[in-house]
């Protein structure tokens, strides 16, 4: 346990007064690395040990079951005392709904104590479901697009009957009538699906008064976390839970907001301050994670967002090291530049290193290089490449391409849809089997037989990621001659899966691989933003519309920030999407960087990579080929089959 004194002397300032704020609403509005996450845990110490609030009467809201398990700890650490209510909006939520359930106040609710929780996919089995019984056809309105515009409405607060009363367009229409459905089933179910757990919550909180007052007396002091990424629900849940006592602490970043597709809304940071008009503001100026090179550099590209402010940030901490800029000619070549960067140089600080890409389909080619040179890696927030369902659907039907009597791929297949696996087999019995050797003829072959594709709809972000994860198994396919040799492959890296992840105790030493979104909020000494490319980063969904080309700029600052020493940037001349290498540009964010922060080199005469694994056979294209392909007026099958 550690004094309160000695830990407020660790804190400059600003960061002490923030944290030794009396009572009342407060909003610490901060930029990246300014020690927000910090002010909150220290705060709750403060009020455990030198206020004598009761641990119970303390809610603190952060943004990941992990990031939560934090800061429990850090506050165990500090006053040997646990906080039961730390969590993520939606385990708090779900935490009082069972809590009252044992009363019976979810009757009205038509739910009792046994109440299920559902996740994304019982979601949809449910969705489908109710097609069926209502005959509608999932080829006019997909259901996943549905249970997308559910969700939205969920978190706006939107019931079915107001739904229908703003529905206009068609799909609203349609979705008017499966969500009726939907939430009647969820009651005669005795479930309630993930955006339940906060509506409901809310909803039995707003609508009984003895509950609300009990809750609202129950939390005298309640701490949020990444405020900048809340959403409606959250915000009015916080909001009626503050009162009477209005005290609310609440941290943010507006440059840090990236999960608008989820409904989160920045504004909310500066709705505090007309809900609560006598808030007080804290301001943290002072960075202590990143160099001057990195923090100038985040800098320069946040300040180009318009539509909020840009907080401003200084250190003490010079750096002479510039950020590093890697070219490569191709995206395999620039995994393989920064493995082979990583063995060389920081083999000893794997665990100080994390590999940050925007759509999780990039982490392939990274996941392989590693491989290769046995540098241990995990993967946060997302499923490994080969261990991804649409992958391992797609892998079951190829193998059962040669061997019927595959029965682990026949289970899978079959649970994809058995009128999905007849039309594979029938059409098994009459094509020519040489149309079988190349693997990408192979899985074309599968794709149009079996229409797997149509299971997702692009417009849906969860679905369109399993596109893009799809198309890079089409990627990698179009790098073998035979589809034999593929599988074989395939199946040699899942074995070093199996003994990569079987290591949980060696993890300590593991590069860190994942998503800009999940990055929020940690910190690594080495950074690789990889794939700064247009069409990457900024994704090729948001170039048209500024709002969400400003989302995609915060995305870049987030992963820019998370870096304490070193920041490496890369980007390829040519990757391979749709089964063919295209041309791509770097990112633009790249050219709002001061020129003279960067140093960039060129790697394209890398050789190295085809004599470590001699089954690599890479597609090799032509510039009038290439030409041909772009414009449409060849086929990449026909491409393949030359
Ligand atoms: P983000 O916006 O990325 O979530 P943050 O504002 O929450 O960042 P923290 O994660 O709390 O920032 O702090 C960033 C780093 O700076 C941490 O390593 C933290 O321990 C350190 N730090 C914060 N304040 C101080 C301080 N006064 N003295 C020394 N180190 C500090
Ligand atoms: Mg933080």
Redo the contacts with the bound molecule.
């Keep these: 346990m550690l004094a309160i004194a000695h830990l407020l002397n ?3 300032p600003q ?1 002490r007064q923030a944290v030794l704020h009396d009572v009342g609403p407060a909003i610490v509005l ?10 909150l845990t220290t705060r709750v110490a403060y009020l455990l040990k030198e206020k004598q609030v009761p641990s119970s009467a303390i809610m603190l809201v952060t943004f990941t079951n992990k990031a939560a398990a934090e800061m429990k700890q850090r506050v165990l650490d500090f006053t040997g005392e646990n906080l039961p209510f730390a969590g993520t909006f939606h385990s708090l939520a779900a935490k009082i709904l069972r809590h009252e359930a044992l009363s019976g106040h979810l009757k009205p609710y038509q739910r009792d104590s046994n109440f299920t929780i559902y996740d994304s996919d019982d979601q949809l089995s449910l969705i489908k479901n109710i097609y069926k019984q209502l005959n509608l056809d999932p080829q006019q309105y997909k259901p996943q697009v549905v249970k997308a515009k559910i969700s939205s409405a969920k978190n706006e607060l939107i019931g079915p009957s107001e739904f229908q009363d703003m529905a206009r367009d068609g799909l609203q229409v349609f979705t008017t009538k499966v969500y009726k459905h939907y939430q009647l089933r969820l009651q005669q179910e005795n479930a309630v699906d993930f955006d339940d757990l906060l509506v409901l919550a809310y909803r039995l909180l707003s609508e009984n008064p003895h509950l609300q007052e009990k809750y609202q007396r129950k939390f005298e002091h309640i701490l949020v ?2 405020f900048q990424d809340t959403n409606k629900v959250q915000y009015l849940f916080t909001r009626l839970l503050a009162k009477p006592q209005d005290n609310l602490f609440a ?1 943010g ?1 507006f440059s ?1 907001s990236i999960y608008a597709w989820r409904g989160a809304d920045y504004r909310n940071l500066e709705r505090l301050s007309q809900d609560f008009p006598s808030i007080t503001e804290y301001r ?1 100026e002072r960075n ?2 990143s160099t001057q090179t990195i923090l100038d550099a985040a800098t320069s590209v946040i300040s180009k967002n318009r539509s909020h402010p840009v907080l401003e940030l200084w250190t003490d901490q010079t750096s002479t090291d510039k950020i590093e800029v890697y070219e490569t000619a191709s995206g395999e070549l620039e995994a393989e530049k920064i493995a082979a960067l990583i063995k060389d140089k920081y083999h000893q600080q794997l665990s100080e290193i994390a590999i940050l890409y925007r759509t999780n389909a990039q982490s392939r080619a990274f996941e392989e290089a590693f491989l290769r040179r046995q540098l241990p890696y995990r993967i946060i927030g997302g499923t490994k490449f080969y261990e991804r369902s649409e992958i391992k659907d797609l892998l079951a039907y190829l193998r059962l391409c040669f061997n019927p009597l595959d029965s682990p791929s026949h289970t899978r297949a079959e649970k994809a849809g058995k009128r999905r696996l007849s039309a594979l087999q029938n059409w098994l019995l009459t094509i020519d089997r040489t149309e079988l050797q190349k693997p990408t003829t192979c899985l074309h072959g599968i794709l149009e037989t079996t229409k797997y594709i149509e299971k997702y709809d692009p417009k849906d972000p969860e679905d369109a990621l399993r596109l893009e994860n799809i198309q890079e198994l089409l990627n990698t396919a179009s790098r073998f001659d035979d589809t034999l040799a593929f599988l074989e492959n395939v199946a040699l890296i899942q074995d070093g899966y199996l003994a990569n992840s079987s290591s949980e105790e060696n993890q300590r030493d593991t590069i860190t691989l994942m998503s800009l979104h999940s990055a ?2 940690l ?1 690594f000494p080495i950074v690789f933003m990889v794939g700064m490319e247009e069409g990457l980063l900024p994704h090729s969904r948001a170039l048209f519309e500024n709002n969400e080309l400003e989302e995609e700029r915060r995305l870049c600052y987030v992963g820019i ?2 870096a304490k020493q070193r920041l490496y940037f890369s980007y390829a001349r040519s990757r391979f999407t749709y089964g063919y290498s295209s041309q791509s540009m770097p990112s633009r964010f790249l050219s709002e960087i001061k020129p003279e922060l960067l140093a960039t080199t060129h790697h394209f005469q890398e050789s190295g990579r085809a004599e470590q694994n001699p089954q690599d056979r890479r597609l090799v294209i032509d510039e009038d080929s290439l030409d041909a392909l772009l414009n449409d007026e060849l086929d990449i099958r026909d491409f393949l089959r030359r």
Excluded at 30 to 39: D, E, I, P, Y
Aim: positive net charge; hydrophobic residues 20%.
């Design positions: 660790e804190l400059n960061q901060a930029g990246a690395g300014s020690g927000k996450t910090r002010v976390d990444e941290v970043d840090k943290l202590y994670r929020k909020g910190e920030t998370r």
